[in-house]
């Protein structure tokens, strides 16, 4: 009887670390995946790019016909003043990984410097604070509070740019807890551009490299095209390593549909093919993340191409 009381006892303490480590990396793993909407997201050093005030929100949901599937909502906006040489934004996170709900908050600055007549240099720090469940080996769950901070570089010109960055630099004590060999503080290495095919068409292509502690290297590239400036189509794929023992396979094409309503607002709905998180594997309907996106700039100064 011991013994049986021991076994389900382990198995209900593998499946709350596999719960509490699928929240904990959906968390910062929202945000990081909607980089090419929101560079930001991965890089303070864009921060102020735009040199224009601009402000996104996106509602990502990964079924509409399960109760409590997986969703979330994040906000970004980021601006400039001083004539441009300072960049200043602000990102927030609502993610609800079955029934563990994860918040973050984060504010980032970065100053921007002429190096050449074609080329600009925009240095970044970004910091916050994220407040996600984490379950101890006495299957007790509680609030924690960690915080964030890290770092970037963005160097770009009209058509090209590149960035790297490393959008967490601390590192976070679990104890004995199974979190702890699961945290990871990735490094970003990105690089694109915008190319006119013809008047009417424009192509955005990009490249992303990642490495986070004891993985392979991930790629993820692809390409966006702008037809008059009004409708905008894009594909993208990743291929690498597993995000953990639970997930091993992480090789996703994402597909993107933007359309600009007037100088104002962009409308977006965007589907990945992505594997979600191990508790629905059991679930034979249809997989995949759907996003939706509302971007609005109140004065901009031109086609905002990032």
């Known amino acids: 009887m011991n013994t049986h009381y021991?076994?389900?006892?382990?198995?209900?303490l593998c499946i709350a670390a596999a719960?509490?480590?699928?929240?904990?990396?959906?968390?910062?793993?929202?945000?990081?995946?909607?980089?090419?909407?929101?560079?930001?997201s991965i890089n303070p050093g864009f921060t102020g790019v735009r040199e224009t005030f601009n402000m996104t929100a996106m509602f990502r949901r990964k079924w509409f016909n399960i109760p409590n599937s997986p969703s979330s909502q994040t906000f970004a906006a980021?601006?400039?003043?001083?004539?441009?040489?300072?960049?200043?934004?602000?990102?927030?996170?609502?993610?609800q990984t079955s029934y563990f709900t994860t918040t973050g908050l984060s504010a980032?600055?970065?100053?921007?410097?002429?190096?050449?007549?074609?080329?600009?240099?925009?240095?970044?720090?970004?910091g916050g604070i994220n407040v996600l469940p984490v379950s101890d080996l006495s299957f007790n769950s509680t609030n924690r509070a960690l915080g964030s901070f890290g770092l970037g570089a963005w160097l770009r010109s009209d058509k090209l740019y590149l960035g790297i960055s490393k959008p967490e630099l601390l590192s976070q004590t679990f104890g004995n807890q199974a979190i702890n060999n699961f945290y990871r503080r990735p490094l970003y290495v990105m690089a694109g551009g915008s190319y006119d095919l013809s008047e009417d068409v424009m192509m955005l292509p990009h490249i992303l490299f990642i490495q986070e502690k004891d993985h392979k290297l991930r790629v993820d590239f692809g390409s966006r095209f702008w037809f008059n400036e009004k409708v905008g189509i894009g594909a993208s794929y990743r291929i690498g390593g597993g995000y953990n023992s639970f997930s091993a396979k992480v090789d996703y094409l994402q597909l993107?549909?933007?359309?600009?309503?007037?100088?104002n607002v962009r409308l977006g709905y965007f589907y990945s093919t992505r594997q979600v998180e191990q508790i629905y594997t059991s679930y034979s309907g249809p997989k995949g993340i759907h996003e939706l996106m509302l971007k609005f700039v109140p004065n901009p100064n031109g086609f905002q191409k990032y």
């Open 108 to 126: 980032s600055f970065a100053f921007h410097l002429g190096i050449s007549d074609d080329w600009k240099l925009g240095l970044g720090a970004q």
């Open 256 to 263: 993107s549909a933007e359309v600009q309503v007037g100088r």
């Open 78 to 95: 980021d601006g400039t003043f001083a004539s441009g040489k300072f960049g200043i934004g602000f990102q927030a996170l609502n993610d």
């Open 6 to 12: 021991t076994v389900i006892r382990l198995c209900l």
């Open 19 to 40: 719960a509490t480590l699928g929240s904990a990396l959906a968390q910062r793993e929202v945000l990081y995946e909607q980089y090419v909407q929101n560079p930001m």
